[in-house]
C-alpha cells in the first residue's frame, strides 16, 4: 500500500536584521494610498490623475500582499488560527471605526450597510483578501514552486479577463451594483492570493534571484512600459470609465521593485516605519472622506491637507497600539 508523506518545504533563512528599504517603501506607498483616494491631480490635469490613479498607485496593495507573502513563514509559527483571529480582530476593529461613514455618507440602507460589514467599506477590502489568500497559500505552501506559479498566475489571469470584459464589453458605468462588480475583482482569489503567491516564491528563491541588479532594472522598465501603454489604452477609449485594479503590467514591475528593494541594505531603518505605514493605510478614510464629502475641498489641497492629518493621527495610533493592538 502507498502512503504519501507529507514533505514541508524549508524556506531559506531571512536575511540578517530588517529590510529597511522595503519598510521605507511600505511607508512610501502608504501616503500614495492618502493622495490617490483624495484625487490627487484631478482637478488640474485629468490625464495625469488617469495615470497616477490608474498606473503607479495600483502597485500599492499588490507590494503589501507580496511582503505578507515574504514573511508568511514568520507570520504563520503559530499556526493559521492564530493568524486568521488577528486578521479578523483588525478587521472588525476597523469596520467598527468606519461605520459611521457607512451611514452618515451617501444613501443609507442596511443592504448596503451589511455589504460593507461582509466585504470591507472602501480599503479595508485588503483585510478579507488577504485573510482568504493566506488561508489558500497555507494549503499550497509545500507543493512546488512551479505549481503555485501556475495557480497564481491563472488565477491573476481570470481575473485580469473578466475585469476587461466588464471594462469593454459591458461597461462598469452602466452597471448598477457597481461596488458589488468591482468585489469581484478585488478579493482574495483574483487579487489577493496571486500577489502574496509571489512574495512566497520570492522567499523561497526564483529565477529572478540570479538576475543581476542591472537586469532587474531591466526588467522594472520593460514591466513599467507594458503598464503605461496599458495605462494608455484604457485611458484613451475610457477616459475615467473604466475600473482597473489589475494591471497586468503590475504583476511583473510589483515583485521587481520588491527584490530591488531588499538588495538595498545601506539605508537606516526603524521598527517603528512597518506600523506607521500600517496605521496611514488604516486611518486615512477618516480625513479624506468628510473633507470630500462635507466641506468639499478640491483634490490638490484635499491631498495634502489628508496626508498631513494621516500622519499625525498615525503617530497617535501607535501609541495607543501599545495598548491595544489594532494595526
Do not use: C
Not at 247 to 256: C, D, K, R, S
Not at 283 to 298: A, D, K, N, S, T
Amino acid at each position: 500500500m502507498n502512503t504519501q508523506v507529507h514533505n514541508p518545504v524549508t524556506l531559506p533563512p531571512l536575511p540578517a536584521g530588517r529590510l529597511p528599504a522595503v519598510d521605507w517603501g511600505r511607508l512610501g506607498l502608504a501616503m500614495v494610498v492618502v493622495v490617490g483616494h483624495a484625487g490627487l491631480f484631478k482637478d488640474v490635469h485629468i490625464p495625469t490623475h488617469a495615470a497616477f490613479a490608474n498606473g503607479f498607485a495600483r502597485i500599492v496593495v499588490p507590494f503589501f500582499m507580496i511582503v505578507s507573502g515574504y514573511f508568511f513563514d514568520s507570520a504563520m509559527r503559530r499556526g493559521p488560527s492564530v493568524w486568521s483571529a488577528g486578521v479578523l480582530r483588525l478587521y472588525l476593529f476597523w469596520t467598527a471605526v468606519f461605520l459611521p461613514l457607512v451611514v452618515l455618507i451617501g444613501d443609507f440602507s442596511f443592504a448596503k450597510l451589511g455589504f460593507y460589514i461582509l466585504t470591507g467599506y472602501a480599503h479595508l477590502w485588503y483585510l478579507p483578501a488577504l485573510l482568504g489568500a493566506g488561508l489558500i497559500l497555507w494549503v499550497v505552501r509545500d507543493w512546488s514552486s512551479g505549481r503555485i506559479f501556475r495557480l497564481a498566475l491563472g488565477l491573476f489571469l481570470v481575473g485580469f479577463t473578466v475585469q476587461y470584459v466588464l471594462n469593454y464589453l459591458v461597461g462598469f458605468d452602466r452597471l448598477t451594483h457597481r461596488n458589488g462588480w468591482i468585489v469581484l475583482l478585488r478579493n482574495f482569489v483574483f487579487f489577493g492570493f496571486p500577489y502574496m503567491a509571489l512574495g512566497y516564491l520570492l522567499r523561497r528563491g526564483t529565477m529572478l534571484d540570479r538576475i543581476g541588479t542591472p537586469g532587474l532594472i531591466g526588467l522594472l522598465a520593460l514591466g513599467s512600459a507594458v503598464m503605461a501603454a496599458e495605462v494608455w489604452l484604457n485611458y484613451h477609449f475610457l477616459i475615467l470609465a473604466g475600473y482597473f485594479d489589475l494591471i497586468g503590467g503590475a504583476f511583473l514591475v510589483t515583485p521587481v521593485v520588491f527584490l530591488l528593494l531588499t538588495r538595498v541594505r545601506a539605508i537606516p531603518g526603524n521598527r517603528w516605519l512597518a506600523p506607521m505605514s500600517a496605521a496611514i493605510y488604516f486611518i486615512h478614510p477618516i480625513f479624506v472622506y468628510p473633507l470630500e464629502h462635507w466641506i468639499g475641498i478640491e483634490p490638490m489641497l484635499r491631498a495634502p491637507i489628508s496626508l498631513v492629518a494621516s500622519i499625525g493621527a498615525s503617530y497617535l495610533l501607535l501609541q495607543f497600539n501599545k495598548l491595544v493592538p489594532v494595526i
